[in-house]
DNA sequence: TATTGTTATACTCTATAACTATA
DNA sequence: TATAGTTATAGAGTATAACAATA
């Protein structure tokens, strides 16, 4: 602790301000998207869209809510709108009793169609627009280093729910 | 509408995975550290922030709203909240006798000088501690000029409430 | 005993609309 | 008429803890 810098240089003040302001914006700007195209909240479109990539369309209750959701209530609160909205069903799964396989049904697959190409747009506008694809490249590798930092070294005090018991 | 893509490059979808994925885990990790070491929410934390910075450490309430929060009955809820805790004094403007004032208390910068620490150490582990200073640097510069694109372009049917009268 | 998921509950936050008062 | 702010109210979302069932 007594290592750890008290202060930040004014350029990483500025990245900061500005990653939090782009990322205010953008998403406040996408949620609307969600809502107005597709009536989706900006979780039960993550929710969906990882289903989306799935192999077979479908995950357990654990894995679909990892990184999207911080409980194990709120996911059971969204896949129950979901699964009222005919999006996806929930069905035990053979292989482990205890488990919950979510999947994305036709229905579901149809949302996603509906609000994808708003949602890229959306995201193309704010985010891409206004820099050079160079600026994109670094941004990427940069974000993308980043986003693997903190994969390897979760916030102390954390308390991982259950980290592959290693 | 009809020139806008309908699809992200590769990069592009990992420069925005990764974003959101690191905006998230930031934000979740900040809430918390607020949380715990000063009652704040994020949003609180902006508030204060936003008065610790102005000249005099006071704003009218329209002039804190901006950017933080996104309806007027939100500000006037957690302004109630702030003041109720004694961190923000609220008083009517002697210029505008439709205006309040808001001002940080010593105890709100008590307050605030009690969680910055902790914040700062929390966004330069998470942000910074996992890039070199030259991706820093570029990061703070490719930021910099989206945040600007997104404010000299607001997105469409967005409605600002109250632009400037231009 | 550990893990998966649900339920009950309480709480925080946000937004809309109606309202008051001042410019 | 337009602007500044409040209030009432309703809705969405989240987290905690207690719970049941399976591994």
Redesign the interface.
Known sequence: MEN??????P??L???F????????????VE?QLRDAGGLSYVQFQLLARLGDAPDGQLRMTDLAD?VV?SRSGLTYQAQLLEQRGLVTRSPSPDDERSIVVALTSGGRDVLATVF?GH????????????S?K??????R?????????RA?P?RS?APRSRKKA
Chains 1, 2 share one sequence.
């Open positions: 750890t810098p008290t202060a930040l240089t350029t990483q500025q990245a900061y500005a990653f939090t302001e782009v990322g205010s914006l953008l998403r406040h700007a609307k990184g911080y190409p890229i747009d959306a995201v193309h506008s704010l985010l891409f627009a206004g820099i694809s600026d994109v490249d670094d941004l990427a940069i974000l993308a280093q980043t986003a693997a930092h903190l070294a916030p954390a």
